[in-house]
């Protein structure tokens, strides 16, 4: 009995063969804090099924968020707030499956979703542990204050922790829509206290979104061990992350002003995550111009 295969030979139920990958270690938290101190720029970018996580890791992409994005660009929801648990675990697994057929390298961080760890710490560290045995590295959480008792014991047991700052989508109701964050004295004051807070509390990894510029800066020099990863908070971050399908002109709604269209001018999928991550890494990607703080 013949084979089924596709219109490129490749027989159903695998994925296609792929370029050699880059020549690189793993990525760990060791490597990501060695990258900052040799001013290299962290490229990480959204991706919720295994074959996107097998092209960004080839195209060179050293973190990959599973993000609860996924409820507003896989799931049509209207925002993250929707995501289940369910969800995010099943997707990580899907992505660190993708990883290791292709013997990747990159590092994975997985979105905790609303909810899911807002009752107690023990609540986090159930919901955290269902990610990192699906095959997340790290978890990602988002908002300060309360926060960083919440990320200190979950680090304490030897989950890594991804803070997140600034706008904030599982609670962008609470914000009054999607705006800057940190604008004037007393809110940046506020948001530089959480930062700091987090660090202390032993997060390794910060995503600042829509951020002004200058407070992203120099938060990042007031973290040295807690990497910030910029979106729409201009190119003073020790790295960047966008959502796959706006870089890609996919998404179903408007790109933020700070989104670049990686397809145009681009021959593949890869071809425009490896413009992603070569605009990132000689800092041309973010365009600061570009933003309206």
């Not at 925002?79 to 390298?105: K, N, P, W």
Request: net charge neutral.
């Amino acid at each position: 009995m013949s084979q089924t295969t596709t219109a490129t030979g490749t027989p159903y139920g695998t994925l296609p063969p792929a370029s050699p990958l880059p020549q690189r270690r793993p990525i760990s938290l060791p490597r990501l804090a060695q990258m900052r101190e040799a001013g290299e720029k962290i490229a990480m970018l959204t991706a919720y099924d295994a074959t996107f996580a097998a092209v960004a890791d080839a195209a060179g992409v050293e973190c990959i968020l599973v993000g609860d994005s996924l409820g507003m660009v896989c799931q049509g929801l209207p925002s993250t707030v929707g995501v289940q648990l369910d969800t995010m675990a099943y997707h990580t697994e899907s992505v660190t499956r993708g990883l290791h057929r292709v013997q990747g390298t990159a590092w994975v961080v997985a979105d905790l979703p609303f909810g899911s760890y807002h009752e107690s710490r023990e609540q986090a560290l159930r919901s955290a542990s269902r990610l990192m045995q699906a095959g997340a590295h790290m978890v990602k959480l988002e908002g300060g204050g309360w926060t960083a008792p919440t990320v200190r014991f979950l680090v304490e047991r030897g989950i890594p922790v991804c803070a997140h700052l600034g706008l904030t989508p599982q609670t962008v109701h609470a914000l009054g829509g999607y705006r800057v964050q940190g604008k004037g004295d007393a809110a940046a004051a506020e948001l530089r206290r959480h930062a700091l807070e987090l660090q202390d509390a032993g997060a390794a990894m910060l995503v600042l979104e829509m951020v002004p510029a200058q407070l992203s800066t120099s938060l990042t020099a007031e973290l040295p061990h807690c990497h910030t990863i910029g979106i729409g908070a201009g190119k003073g971050t020790a790295g960047q992350v966008l959502v796959m399908h706006d870089m890609l002109g996919v998404n179903l709604g408007k790109n933020p002003k700070f989104v670049r269209d990686f397809m145009q001018g681009a021959a593949s999928v890869r071809g425009a995550i490896e413009a992603y991550v070569q605009a990132v890494k000689n800092g041309s990607f973010p365009d600061d111009s570009l933003h309206a703080w």
